[in-house]
């Protein structure tokens, strides 16, 4: 039976314009899987083309867009020029900034062209489908949020689940204050709004605010009190003890609707800034992380090419000097191109490690793409490089083919790196007798790793990085981003190895149940 189309679920119609073809996959992915049609644009002229041929209900821009920008789309868009060129009646889509470029004065512009909301780079999974979808489908903002109703009488308890029901929300009845408390308490991280009655027996709703606010310390719990009482006393009571409104019965749907939205909007907007705390402070790491990495790597090479500068205009010396000089120049260079592009790649899998997209693959047909690259790289070397796969090295799981070919590239090179002439590079795919796992080996009679070294061999702030045997430029960041696709992979990595004698890198990755 064949899937409907989108034409036929009547979908609604998202345009990312995005020169990135990395980041326009992954938030096609992430919309489609939030029941959006996607159309994608790489750069400006194409998004001009697509806004004239169809009707949008959404576009998501980026502002770096080359010759034409994102500024310059969303002011073609809304012009009059634009309007009078179509046959169609033309009506601007919502525009959301997916951009790197943040700053207040690119937000205020932005906004002062119209955008509705703004999303950095690198964005968290999920951030972007919460963003369109509280635009397209403000309703489902309250979807999944969990609510605690409070009534002795089960009519009304009924009658306000109903409603909330009907917005996505889950709701947990309780018949007394009482009962209402030992839920709180057990439940507490989950719950997201209380709605209560005064009179109630065991405990009265006066009271179960008190005890929410004071024995359970919850300060931002909103809890809004439904009660047919209007003695002004009993009002004054409930918001003495903490509640956040009061409702009078009986109470008209769209009443308790309005109130109930102010308050869950508070809520999911404080949610929202823990979250955006929360990726900041991950951000920020990432930063230092990075910073420690450059202030202490790139002082040398720096400094090499800075000291072979200076000798070249002081002591001006002859053709086969400066040649040699230059030499020594090119390989400082070389070093510095390396260690930004590993250093970018560690930042890049850091802050895409929810985004990778996991497929059911075999990994020995991975190891067999990557191998003629590899003989050739080990054969220019005089290494002898041989892969062998066991009987029980085939079997299916969860990985992503690109990341696994980085993994097998970088330590079967690292291994040919350190190896010297006439040494030999084996590479070994079997499945753990006892763990069932998918064992990838990298072994080498290469000149070993210090054991002092060993401990630091996966730390990117570590300085592990060494020449090859015949003078390759090393980092010493490959390993540390082997290791973090292995674990993305939900594998683990283990190294042995001796001075002289050679090392082994040892990974082992769950199979797919």
Same mark, same amino acid.
């Given at each position: 039976?064949?899937?409907?189309?989108?034409?036929?679920?009547?979908?609604?119609?998202?345009?990312?314009?995005?020169?990135?073809?990395?980041?326009?996959?992954?938030?096609?992915?992430?919309?489609?899987?939030?029941?959006?049609?996607?159309?994608?644009?790489?750069?400006?002229?194409?998004?001009?083309?697509?806004?004239?041929?169809?009707?949008?209900?959404?576009?998501?821009?980026?502002?770096?867009?080359?010759?034409?920008?994102?500024?310059?789309?969303?002011?073609?868009?809304? &012009?009059?020029?634009?309007?009078?060129?179509?046959?169609?009646?033309?009506?601007?889509?919502?525009?959301?900034? =997916?951009?790197?470029?943040?700053?207040?004065?690119?937000?205020?512009?932005?906004?002062?062209?119209?955008?509705?909301?703004?999303?950095?780079?690198?964005?968290?999974?999920?951030?972007?489908?919460?963003?369109?979808?509280?635009?397209?489908?403000?309703?489902? #903002?309250?979807?999944?949020?969990?609510?605690?109703?409070?009534? !002795?009488?089960?009519?009304?308890?009924?009658?306000?689940? !109903?409603?909330?029901?009907?917005?996505?929300?889950?709701?947990?009845?309780?018949?007394?204050?009482?009962?209402?408390?030992?839920?709180?308490?057990?439940?507490?991280?989950?719950?997201?709004?209380?709605?209560?009655?005064?009179?109630?027996?065991?405990?009265?709703?006066?009271? =179960?605010?008190?005890?929410?606010?004071?024995?359970?310390?919850?300060?931002?719990?909103?809890?809004?009190?439904?009660?047919?009482?209007?003695?002004?006393?009993?009002?004054?009571?409930?918001?003495?003890?903490?509640?956040?409104?009061?409702?009078?019965?009986?109470?008209?749907?769209?009443?308790?609707?309005?109130?109930?939205?102010?308050?869950?909007?508070?809520?999911?907007?404080?949610?929202?800034?823990? #979250?955006?705390?929360?990726?900041?402070?991950?951000?920020?790491?990432?930063?230092?992380?990075?910073?420690?990495?450059?202030?202490?790597?790139?002082?040398?090479?720096?400094?090499?090419?800075?000291?072979?500068?200076?000798?070249? !205009?002081?002591?001006?010396?002859?053709?086969?000097?400066?040649?040699?000089?230059?030499?020594?120049?090119?390989?400082?260079?070389?070093?510095?191109?390396?260690?930004?592009?590993?250093?970018?790649?560690?930042?890049?899998?850091?802050?895409?490690?929810?985004?990778?997209?996991?497929?059911?693959? !075999?990994?020995?047909?991975?190891?067999?793409?990557?191998?003629?690259?590899?003989?050739?790289?080990?054969?220019?070397?005089?290494?002898?490089?041989?892969?062998?796969?066991?009987?029980?090295?085939?079997?299916?799981?969860?990985?992503?083919?690109?990341?696994?070919?980085?993994?097998?590239?970088?330590?079967?090179?690292?291994?040919?790196?350190?190896?010297?002439?006439?040494?030999?590079?084996?590479?070994?795919?079997?499945?753990?007798?006892?763990?069932?796992?998918?064992?990838? &080996?990298?072994?080498?009679?290469?000149?070993?790793?210090?054991?002092?070294?060993?401990?630091?061999?996966?730390?990117?702030?570590?300085?592990?990085?060494?020449?090859?045997?015949?003078?390759?430029?090393?980092?010493?960041?490959?390993?540390?981003?082997?290791?973090?696709?292995?674990?993305?992979?939900?594998?683990?990595?283990?190294?042995?190895?001796?001075?002289?004698?050679?090392?082994?890198?040892?990974?082992?990755?769950?199979?797919?149940?």
């Amino acid at each position: 039976m064949n899937a409907p189309s989108a034409k036929t679920l009547n979908l609604m119609k998202i345009l990312i314009v995005e020169d990135s073809s990395t980041i326009r996959k992954i938030a096609a992915r992430e919309l489609t899987d939030g029941g959006y049609e996607i159309v994608e644009a790489a750069n400006g002229e194409e998004a001009l083309h697509h806004l004239s041929q169809n009707a949008f209900d959404l576009m998501t821009l980026d502002i770096e867009l080359g010759e034409l920008n994102g500024f310059d789309v969303l002011e073609k868009i809304k &012009s009059p020029e634009f309007a009078r060129s179509l046959v169609i009646q033309f009506t601007p889509p919502p525009v959301v900034f =997916l951009t790197g470029m943040d700053s207040l004065e690119v937000r205020r512009r932005g906004f002062d062209k119209g955008a509705m909301d703004f999303i950095t780079k690198p964005f968290l999974s999920g951030e972007l489908l919460r963003t369109v979808d509280n635009i397209l489908k403000p309703q489902d #903002r309250y979807r999944g949020m969990d609510v605690l109703i409070v009534d !002795d009488s089960p009519a009304v308890r009924n009658i306000v689940g !109903d409603i909330l029901k009907k917005e996505g929300m889950n709701t947990h009845l309780a018949e007394d204050g009482q009962q209402a408390f030992e839920y709180a308490r057990e439940h507490l991280k989950d719950l997201d709004l209380i709605i209560t009655d005064i009179h109630m027996p065991h405990m009265t709703g006066i009271e =179960l605010c008190d005890k929410v606010r004071k024995d359970l310390n919850h300060k931002g719990m909103p809890i809004i009190v439904l009660s047919a009482a209007s003695d002004q006393k009993d009002i004054l009571e409930v918001f003495k003890a903490g509640a956040s409104d009061y409702l009078n019965k009986p109470f008209a749907k769209e009443e308790l609707l309005a109130r109930m939205r102010v308050h869950m909007d508070l809520r999911y907007t404080n949610r929202e800034l823990s #979250r955006k705390v929360s990726q900041l402070k991950r951000l920020g790491k990432m930063k230092d992380d990075f910073l420690a990495v450059c202030s202490h790597d790139l002082v040398g090479p720096l400094g090499a090419i800075r000291g072979f500068a200076d000798l070249i !205009d002081l002591t001006q010396p002859g053709p086969e000097q400066t040649s040699q000089y230059t030499l020594q120049i090119r390989k400082s260079v070389d070093y510095l191109v390396t260690l930004v592009r590993e250093l970018l790649d560690i930042g890049r899998i850091q802050a895409s490690s929810e985004e990778m997209e996991m497929v059911l693959l !075999d990994i020995a047909n991975v190891l067999e793409e990557s191998k003629p690259s590899l003989e050739q790289l080990a054969s220019m070397k005089d290494v002898k490089l041989t892969a062998h796969l066991a009987a029980s090295g085939r079997g299916l799981m969860n990985g992503n083919k690109s990341a696994l070919i980085r993994i097998i590239n970088n330590l079967t090179i690292n291994a040919i790196k350190f190896t010297p002439q006439k040494g030999a590079v084996d590479i070994l795919l079997n499945e753990d007798p006892e763990t069932k796992e998918i064992c990838l &080996s990298v072994n080498d009679t290469g000149i070993g790793i210090p054991e002092t070294m060993i401990p630091q061999l996966f730390d990117p702030k570590a300085n592990t990085s060494r020449p090859g045997t015949d003078g390759e430029v090393s980092t010493g960041l490959g390993l540390s981003i082997v290791q973090k696709l292995v674990e993305q992979h939900g594998g683990r990595i283990n190294v042995n190895s001796r001075e002289g004698t050679g090392t082994s890198f040892h990974i082992c990755f769950p199979k797919a149940n």
